[in-house]
């Protein structure tokens, strides 16, 4: 077992993600690169410099999950608010307009302000004013789901770091809130509807559900609880509607004291087996791993014909003399 606490409260955000100490511990994203390939893998956790999102659609997306981080643990929004930081750029007084985010006014003033306020997440008043109307909205005017949510923020506990070691391997999950018998992950969605369909498509595209197992799989192995897996799904757009959705039928699900799985339970223990087997053996392979070895071993991938090529058949009608 490593010397790393298996539980770490206050553990700052930056640190969980990219500190040295936990480099090594493999989160529920990074367990779904092999589903690319092993060794894309392996090439994205030593490289995870080449597959970092911009500095601005990270604060962008952290944003909502910080305010409701803050909700959960403090029971207000003041933690976040004192968090932030509002830039604005500097007039260019040729134009009296704000100079431009690639000119050299602006990216100095940017640097002094964060040099001013260390730590602070740098946002807008129109970002800001954003997420306080989509928490209103979830608090307030969702009938049951708010309810629902505002039990979750009484008894839970948000962003709180864990760490396992399962089969000589180091994995690491920060659920977005927490209790004692769930654990609820807020999600964002530009939809125009969240009815089932929409929810389901958004689970599968973004393989939420394998996220979901991924969870409750260590949750178990740290505790010996199965844990209820629950999304909050908001709108990010007006009217910011939201449901609260359950993942009994997409991950680990606890019925009459059997342990059932979901479709993406299955994917999730297949993806944790593969990269055990990698790990111990040091065998990274690439995208033939998924071609079935043939005669002598050999791989050779023989694509079906996807329906809509066999559907796109054609005729020639050539002039005939008569």
């Given at each position: 077992?490593?010397?790393?606490?298996?539980?770490?409260?206050?553990?700052?955000?930056?640190?969980?993600?990219?500190?040295?100490?936990?480099?090594?511990?493999?989160?529920?994203?990074?367990?779904?690169?092999?589903?690319?390939?092993?060794?894309?893998?392996?090439?994205?956790?030593?490289?995870?410099?080449?597959?970092?999102?911009?500095?601005?659609?990270?604060?962008?997306?952290?944003?909502?999950?910080?305010?409701?981080?803050?909700?959960?643990n403090t029971g207000k929004l003041d933690k976040w608010r004192n968090n932030l930081l509002v830039f604005e750029p500097?007039?260019?007084?040729?134009?009296?307009?704000?100079?431009?985010?690639?000119t050299q006014k602006y990216q100095i003033a940017l640097i002094e302000a964060k040099e001013s306020n260390p730590g602070?997440?740098?946002?807008?008043?129109?970002?800001?004013?954003?997420?306080?109307?989509?928490?209103?909205?979830?608090?307030?005017?969702?009938?049951?789901?708010?309810?629902?949510?505002?039990?979750?923020?009484?008894?839970?506990?948000?962003?709180?770091?864990?760490?396992?070691?399962?089969?000589?391997?180091?994995?690491?999950?920060?659920?977005?809130?927490?209790?004692?018998?769930?654990?609820?992950?807020?999600?964002?969605?530009?939809?125009?509807?969240?009815?089932?369909?929409?929810?389901?498509?958004?689970?599968?595209?973004?393989?939420?559900?394998?996220?979901?197992?991924?969870?409750?799989?260590?949750?178990?192995?740290?505790?010996?609880?199965?844990?209820?897996?629950?999304?909050?799904?908001?709108?990010?757009?007006?009217?910011?509607?939201?449901?609260?959705?359950?993942?009994?039928?997409?991950?680990?699900?606890?019925?009459?004291?059997?342990?059932?799985?979901?479709?993406?339970?299955?994917?999730?223990?297949?993806?944790?087996?593969?990269?055990?087997?990698?790990?111990?053996?040091?065998?990274?392979?690439?995208?033939?791993?998924?071609?079935?070895?043939?005669?002598?071993?050999?791989?050779?991938?023989?694509?079906?014909?996807?329906?809509?090529?066999?559907?796109?058949?054609?005729?020639?009608?050539?002039?005939?003399?008569?």
């Amino acid at each position: 077992m490593s010397n790393i606490e298996d539980t770490i409260y206050d553990l700052p955000n930056e640190e969980y993600h990219r500190g040295e100490r936990f480099k090594d511990f493999l989160s529920s994203t990074q367990i779904k690169d092999y589903m690319v390939s092993p060794k894309f893998a392996r090439y994205k956790a030593l490289h995870p410099e080449l597959f970092e999102i911009s500095i601005e659609a990270s604060e962008k997306g952290s944003l909502y999950h910080d305010a409701m981080e803050s909700l959960v643990n403090t029971g207000k929004l003041d933690k976040w608010r004192n968090n932030l930081l509002v830039f604005e750029p500097p007039i260019n007084p040729k134009t009296g307009c704000p100079y431009g985010r690639d000119t050299q006014k602006y990216q100095i003033a940017l640097i002094e302000a964060k040099e001013s306020n260390p730590g602070k997440t740098l946002t807008s008043t129109t970002d800001i004013q954003l997420v306080e109307t989509m928490v209103y909205e979830l608090l307030n005017n969702c009938r049951d789901t708010s309810k629902q949510i505002r039990q979750i923020l009484k008894w839970g506990k948000a962003e709180v770091s864990h760490f396992v070691e399962y089969e000589g391997c180091k994995f690491k999950y920060r659920p977005d809130v927490e209790t004692a018998k769930k654990i609820v992950d807020w999600k964002t969605l530009a939809v125009d509807d969240l009815h089932e369909e929409t929810v389901n498509r958004t689970i599968a595209k973004f393989h939420y559900g394998i996220s979901a197992a991924f969870y409750q799989f260590f949750e178990h192995e740290r505790t010996g609880v199965w844990k209820e897996f629950y999304w909050v799904m908001q709108q990010k757009t007006a009217p910011y509607d939201a449901v609260f959705v359950s993942a009994a039928n997409w991950a680990f699900h606890l019925e009459d004291g059997i342990v059932k799985m979901g479709a993406s339970a299955l994917a999730f223990k297949k993806l944790l087996d593969q990269h055990v087997y990698c790990t111990q053996n040091n065998d990274f392979d690439g995208a033939q791993i998924f071609i079935q070895p043939g005669f002598k071993g050999r791989r050779i991938m023989i694509p079906d014909t996807p329906a809509f090529e066999k559907n796109k058949m054609f005729n020639f009608y050539n002039n005939q003399e008569q």
